[in-house]
Nanobody
Framework: VRLVESGGDSVQAGGSLRLSCAAS????????IAWFRQGPGKEREALSV????????VTSDSMKGRFTISGDIAQNTVYLQMNNLMPENTAVYYC?????????????????WGRGTRVTVGA
């Protein structure tokens, strides 16, 4: 399984970005893709998850209303739309994959990870 993130950039507070995660090499059509992030000096945290069998999603409570996950399953690409960005959203954003179509937020549930894309939000 190969995951490649893109779309990270430097933006001002209040700006928006859309991150992409291009996935390939899955052994089946049913899997889960999650977005995580790790800010400077912080632990990695889960943001949102999408499962491909039914398109169901879950987003962490702290991100609801500003971050939205979506997917183009035919293109094996999952997106994270981020609006009204704030300086505390500065982080490296990772996508991760699980071969089980579960809406999980634990890092241990994901076996494959991308290398991340950096988002910097200025004040």
């Amino acid at each position: 399984v190969r995951l490649v993130e893109s779309g990270g950039d430097s933006v001002q507070a209040g700006g928006s970005l859309r991150l992409s995660c291009a996935a390939s090499g899955f052994p089946s059509d049913d899997y889960a893709i999650a977005w995580f992030r790790q800010g400077p000096g912080k632990e990695r945290e889960a943001l949102s998850v999408l499962v491909t069998d039914d398109g169901d999603t879950v987003t962490s409570d702290s991100m609801k209303g500003r971050f939205t996950i979506s997917g183009d399953i035919a293109q094996n690409t999952v997106y994270l739309q981020m609006n009204n960005l704030m300086p505390e959203n500065t982080a490296v954003y990772y996508c991760a994959a699980s071969d089980e179509a579960l809406l999980g937020f634990k890092e241990s549930e994901y076996t494959d990870w991308g290398r991340g894309t950096r988002v910097t939000v200025g004040a």
